[in-house]
């Protein structure tokens, strides 16, 4: 099936800095998600895209739908600890298939030193 | 709060013997997603239903069978459980109306077997 190259794989950065990754297809994409999954726990969505070019925030995290439809990026700015976890992306194929199967990234494992 | 529950939330069987785990909404929604996660291979959907008594397979559907005969409940079975179907296992439901295309997920079904 189709395959989401999440990048990158991990991350070690400091507290106040800004982080960014990445999610790319080759194939094109109607919709771009971002989760984020702590430890023990189901993955909470935390931004949505639906426009290819479409820039959205939530509070200090910034995710573009990229233009080629193909790829969309997550920035998180001023990291703090709570930050910690996995960032996973994912993405409705344009197909639109009637069951609405999303195609996973296999996640950014961030972690933040105080 | 999408209304989801998982039950039960860490289970301990053995190899051959049948376990079924429940997943339970409240909120009336179609379309529900049976899912397990792994390390080194993201989320993979096992099956999916768009309604009552109406499932199909997804991309890791072998051992696992489904069932769901009211809106509220998708179960899913593995009738005879191997090692290789210990995991996280995680349910989620689709979203309606401007939501229709993001997926919402439960806390997770940890299951080892032995």
């Known amino acids: ?114 | 709060d999408a209304g989801i529950t998982q039950s039960p939330r860490h289970k301990v069987t053995e190899t051959g013997t049948p376990v079924t785990l429940r997943c339970h909404q409240t909120e009336n929604h179609r379309y529900m997603y049976w899912y397990r996660q792994d390390p080194g291979h993201g989320l993979r959907l096992i099956h999916y239903s768009y309604g009552v008594k109406d499932t199909d397979k997804g991309e890791v559907s072998d051992g696992y069978s489904v069932s769901r005969s009211k809106t509220e409940d998708f179960l899913l079975t593995l009738e005879s459980a191997t090692s290789s179907q210990t995991s996280v296992y995680f349910c989620a439901i689709r979203g309606v109306g401007q939501d229709q295309n993001e997926q919402f997920f439960g806390p997770g079904t940890r299951l080892t077997v032995l």
């Open chain 1, 1 to 114: 099936g189709q395959q989401l190259n999440q990048s990158p794989q991990s991350m070690f950065i400091q507290e106040g800095e800004d982080v960014s990754m990445n999610c790319t297809s080759s194939s094109i994409f109607n919709t771009w998600l971002w989760y984020k999954q702590d430890p023990g726990e189901g993955p909470v969505l935390l931004i949505a895209l639906y426009k290819a070019g479409e820039l959205t925030s939530n509070g200090r995290l910034t995710a573009q739908f990229g233009i080629t439809r193909k790829d969309s990026f997550l920035n998180i700015s001023a990291s703090i600890p709570s930050d910690v976890g996995i960032y996973f992306c994912a993405g409705l194929p344009y197909s639109g298939a009637g069951s609405y199967q999303l195609t996973f990234g296999k996640g950014t494992k961030l972690s933040v030193i105080p």
